[in-house]
């Protein structure tokens, strides 16, 4: 119990830091004065990248400075968050998911960074998750899938974002007693190839990583695990509407930075975030990936990752789970 403790514990002073107004005088009102870096927590094509380098664009107008979107994947999320960390850098930014560094201080004994070195600064979208197989897998939906699953014990194997996709993924083998081995990538975007050519049965991840297979008509999806359907597949059903609430999950992605950067600066980083999505572009080109435009700013990101933590543990307090060493 110990264990569980200490790392509530430690989710709830990142969100304290997340909340907290900054003491530090601002120069929100000449920021930018050189070029600003986007460090992205995976590679080109995935649901991120799209989003940061879209926005990354629109800033860069605004701003009169580059933007430049520099992909850090693999290592959990954790390579990405140490080199916004050591970069210690009000002009380097990460742009990434929630869910990663949520689930970390539940899933490692020991973590490598300190949750509170980084803050939230503004909220961007929510990304559809899909759960995909191969095109010509004998099942379609989430109760064809489980069957098959639970009458081939150990012989399925998945490929799962790191983090909160993980960690619902397992919840979801733990509610339906299915033993499914998870094979590791480095880049998620390898997960939808070896899926369509056989060599795994199921991934979950964003649309815009899976979405290049499924229109090559190789994989098809048999969830979305977000409250509402897909407008970019808006045929196939959520894993609630299915009767699988344990594969609910609703992704988030956004802009955070180091804890030093003043109060004033997120509001206005998070003010140029809401002006330059305000025509619509970026939520038009989203939505095509499987994104939905949803704008807020830190103390609105800090909440809804807040909402999603608690989620979170009654995930690990319901499966029993133990952190890795």
């Known amino acids: ?158 490929g799962l974002v790191p983090g909160i996709t993980e960690l619902t993924f397992t919840g979801y083998l733990n509610h339906e007693k299915l033993t499914i081995a998870q094979a590791p990538y480095r880049d998620i975007n390898a997960m939808p190839v070896d899926l369509g050519e056989g060599r795994i049965q199921v991934v979950v991840a964003a649309l815009a990583v899976v979405q290049p297979q499924w229109r090559a008509d190789r994989i098809k999806f048999i969830a979305v695990t977000n409250k509402q359907r897909a407008k970019a597949a808006p045929d196939v059903p959520t894993a609630r509407e299915q009767g699988y609430p344990s594969l609910e999950l609703e992704g988030m992605a956004g802009l955070f930075g180091v804890k030093s950067m003043p109060e004033q600066l997120k509001e206005k980083i998070a003010a140029d975030v809401r002006d330059v999505s305000a025509d619509g572009s970026i939520g038009q080109r989203l939505e095509a990936t499987g994104q939905i435009i949803n704008v807020g700013g830190p103390k609105e990101f800090a909440a809804s990752i807040a909402e999603q933590s608690a989620n979170v543990a009654a995930v690990v307090k319901a499966i029993d789970f133990k952190p890795k060493n």
């Open 1 to 158: 119990m110990y264990w569980n403790f200490w790392r509530v514990g430690a989710v709830l002073a990142l969100l304290v830091v997340m909340l907290a107004p900054a003491l530090t005088p601002a120069h929100a009102q000449n920021w930018p004065t050189r070029a600003v870096k986007f460090i992205v927590p995976f590679g080109p094509g995935a649901g991120a990248d799209i989003g940061a380098r879209l926005l990354a664009e629109k800033l860069q107008a605004k701003w009169g400075q580059p933007v430049v979107v520099e992909n850090k994947p693999g290592g959990d999320n954790v390579i990405a968050i140490q080199a916004l960390i050591g970069a210690n850098d009000d002009h380097v930014l990460m742009f990434g998911p929630s869910g990663g560094f949520v689930v970390h201080p539940f899933t490692y004994a020991k973590l490598s960074y300190n949750p509170a070195d980084f803050v939230t600064i503004a909220r961007l979208s929510n990304t559809i998750i899909a759960a995909a197989v191969k095109k010509d897998a004998p099942y379609s939906n989430v109760k064809e899938f489980t069957e098959a699953a639970r009458a081939a014990p150990g012989s399925f194997t998945s």
